[in-house]
């Protein structure tokens, strides 16, 4: 009998420093919870312990629950305070230089330093489609501003000397040749023939048609209301636009 309740005795001991040890390492916890909340949300209100000296977790709660649970809890805290933002621009010092000495002397001629990179990072990309010898035509009306685009009317398709499959039709679109409602068409030159497109190719002829006009306006000094940093401006808005087209963003006509 006394064997038996030195035993007990023991094991009670045994529990009671286990379970002291538990609450050291909880009391260990709170304390780093209460720094880590006031750390990360000072404006919240932190959890006051229960009278008594009882902690507000429950028995068997693991330290990565309460860790997880603090956290979740700052992260709803922090998701009510949204970021202000504002668009922003600021030039590109080698474009801004280029596009001034072209002002300075304003050309046509592509080979320019400034209408050159104009060319491989944004026209000829924007311009090439899968009737290739087609897409060279249009960008030489385009250069010579011959190139016309008017909506499908209700006229009859006309078909002079190319075939069906050169001009595509209502429903086919003669650059690409792929099988696409076409509510324009156009024409090149003097050429008697008309060329459907669809919306997305339309698009990105009007895009950089827009640019010719502004630089033609530019060269012509057309352009009075505008100093130089708003013209350079202007031709990187005119980018954009024809940058979107190229990666397949248009608008289409309701």
């Given amino acids: ?28 916890e709170v304390a780093a919870l209460k720094t880590l909340v006031l750390s990360s949300s000072p404006t919240s209100p932190t959890q006051e312990p229960l009278p008594g000296g009882k902690t507000p977790f429950k028995r068997g709660h693991t330290r990565n629950k309460s860790t997880s649970s603090a956290m979740s809890g700052s992260h709803q805290d922090l998701s009510v305070i949204q970021p202000i933002v504002k668009d922003c621009k600021e030039a590109d010092l080698s474009l801004y230089n280029e596009f001034r000495s072209w002002k300075d002397d304003p050309t046509m001629d592509r080979s320019c330093p400034f209408l050159d990179k104009i060319y491989q990072e944004d026209i000829f990309p924007c311009l090439t489609f899968s009737k290739s010898e087609l897409a060279s035509a249009v960008l030489e009306a385009v250069e010579n501003n011959t190139l016309s685009i ?17 001009c595509g039709g209502p429903k086919k679109c003669a650059l ?11 024409k090149l030159g003097d050429s008697s023939n008309y060329y459907y497109i669809s919306p997305f190719c339309r698009y990105r002829i009007t895009s950089v048609c827009n640019f010719f006009t502004y630089i033609r306006y530019i060269q ?35």
Avoid at 2 to 28: F, H
Avoid at 178 to 185: E, G, I, L, P
């Fill in 1 to 28: 009998m006394v064997r038996e309740a030195n035993v007990k005795q023991a094991t009670a001991e045994k529990q009671l420093k286990e379970a002291q040890g538990k609450i050291d390492v909880l009391q260990a």
């Fill in 150 to 166: 008017e909506p499908v009317g209700l006229q009859p398709i006309r078909f002079v000397k190319a075939s069906a499959v050169e």
């Fill in 176 to 186: 690409t040749g792929q099988s696409k409602s076409c509510k324009h068409r156009i």
């Fill in 220 to 254: 012509q000094g057309l352009v009075k209301q505008q100093d130089v940093d708003q013209m350079f401006w202007e031709v990187m808005q005119l980018r954009k636009e024809m940058s979107l087209a190229k990666l397949g963003y248009f608008k289409e006509e309701l």
